[in-house]
Nanobody
Framework: QVQLVESGGRLVQAGGSLRLSCAAS????????MGWFRQAPGKEREFVAA????????YYADSVKGRFTISRDIIQNMGYLQMNILGPEDTAVYYC??????????????????WGQGTQVTVSS
């Protein structure tokens, strides 16, 4: 069983940066892929970024490519999402997710078995 707790969300001005953290518990977290998703008000949850179990592979949604960076610290059981050049369109609740496979269809919600409770990111214009 893996438990995930996100933190780091807050109000930030457009153009600013923010780093989200995802603290994981469970012995297998470091072996499997993890991802970040977000859900804006009135919209469906969407994929943001994913990183492989080894940390060697990453994948990003086109909307965040070049601005966001996903990373993980396997020893500390932590995941991160560095977000730069934020805009109002990035306002959403951000969720981290953990899978039980090292890689696969990482952009789909069904690939993941565990989810955090989410952290709110609000970008003011």
């Amino acid at each position: 069983q893996v438990q995930l707790v996100e933190s780091g969300g807050r109000l930030v001005q457009a153009g600013g940066s923010l780093r989200l953290s995802c603290a994981a518990s469970g012995p297998t977290f470091g072996r499997y892929a993890m991802g970040w998703f977000r859900q804006a008000p009135g919209k469906e949850r969407e994929f943001v970024a994913a990183i492989s179990g080894s940390g060697g592979g990453t994948y990003y949604a086109d909307s965040v490519k070049g601005r966001f960076t996903i990373s993980r610290d396997i020893i500390q059981n932590m995941g991160y999402l560095q977000m730069n050049i934020l805009g109002p369109e990035d306002t959403a609740v951000y969720y981290c997710a953990a899978a039980t496979m090292a890689w696969g269809l990482v952009m789909t919600q069904s690939f993941y078995n565990y989810w955090g409770q989410g952290t709110q990111v609000t970008v003011s214009s």
